[in-house]
């Protein structure tokens, strides 16, 4: 009875490890093996956002920076764990689309082709990094809606 105040925070901390390793290889690791990076990023930092990767909702736990190459996304602190800083290339961004979930806006970026990734921002957060897909990446002017 004595080993059950003990084991409540060693089963948390397990299953905070096994929930992070789960969703990094269900949304994360593809991008990660493409577009890994170890190098400091320079950029133009937009802050901290709420992003969808293939399906798993990562709410205010990214980071985002962008510059004239391409952007950059690496989860907060607590959640690095099994996530590589990732930097993507403007001309890997090959198809836009738009959503709409309720009454949220949401812009999809087609990740890679074949598509590797499928990363949906928010209108207000895509808006910030928009006018670099633009000049920039392998898109027309006028968006692809896939």
Excluded at 62 to 70: I, V
Aim: proline share 4%; charged share 20%; glycine share 6%.
């Amino acid at each position: 009875m004595n080993e059950l105040p003990y084991f409540f925070p060693v089963f948390f901390i397990g299953m905070f490890v096994f929930i992070i390793f789960f969703l990094s290889k269900k949304g994360w690791s593809d991008l990660a093996r493409e577009y890994q990076t170890d190098n400091a990023f320079e950029g133009e930092r937009v802050g901290i956002i709420s992003a969808a990767i293939n399906g798993v909702n990562y709410n205010n736990c990214l980071l985002l920076k962008y510059n004239d190459e391409g952007f950059y996304l690496r989860p907060v602190l607590i959640f690095r764990l099994f996530h590589k800083p990732i930097f993507i290339p403007w001309k890997a961004v090959k198809g836009l689309r738009d959503k709409k979930i309720l009454f949220v806006v949401l812009k999809e970026m087609v990740i890679g082709e074949p598509a590797i990734a499928f990363i949906q921002l928010r209108q207000s957060t895509f808006s910030k990094i928009e006018r670099m897909i633009i000049l920039k990446g392998s898109l027309n002017r006028t968006y692809k809606h896939l």
